[in-house]
Nanobody, 125 residues
Framework: QVQLVESGGGLVQAGGSLRLSCTAS????????MGWFRQAPGKEREFVAA????????TYADSVKGRFTISRDNAKNTVYLQMNSLKPEDTAVYYC??????????????????WGQGTQVTVSS
């Protein structure tokens, strides 16, 4: 089975930066696209960013474009989410996930088959 473990969350002031990491176990990490999602209290989980299996293509939610950057290091079985210019509305539990299949529907949680436990990001105002 695949295990995903997120790290790097914490408390940060508005305008600050944070980098999240997601490390995967298993031998087939480089063959899968990966995504980041987030969920705030009382709200549904929403798409944040995704990256193709080789890292050559990325996509972002409109709410984070220009502020967040997703990247990956397949040699380390790790995907990152660099978050800059953080806003209070970015406060949420952030999850990494492995995408299933070969379609390009990156922004739907139904397209992902393995999920991490999440890491909390809190942005104070």
């Amino acid at each position: 089975q695949v295990q995903l473990v997120e790290s790097g969350g914490g408390l940060v002031q508005a305008g600050g930066s944070l980098r999240l990491s997601c490390t995967a176990s298993g031998r087939t990490f480089s063959s899968y696209a990966m995504g980041w999602f987030r969920q705030a209290p009382g709200k549904e989980r929403e798409f944040v960013a995704a990256i193709s299996w080789k890292g050559g293509s990325t996509t972002y939610a409109d709410s984070v474009k220009g502020r967040f950057t997703i990247s990956r290091d397949n040699a380390k079985n790790t995907v990152y989410l660099q978050m800059n210019s953080l806003k209070p509305e970015d406060t949420a539990v952030y999850y990494c996930a492995r995408k299933r299949g070969d379609n390009r529907r990156y922004n739907s949680g139904y397209e992902y088959d393995y999920w991490g436990q999440g890491t909390q990001v809190t942005v104070s105002s």
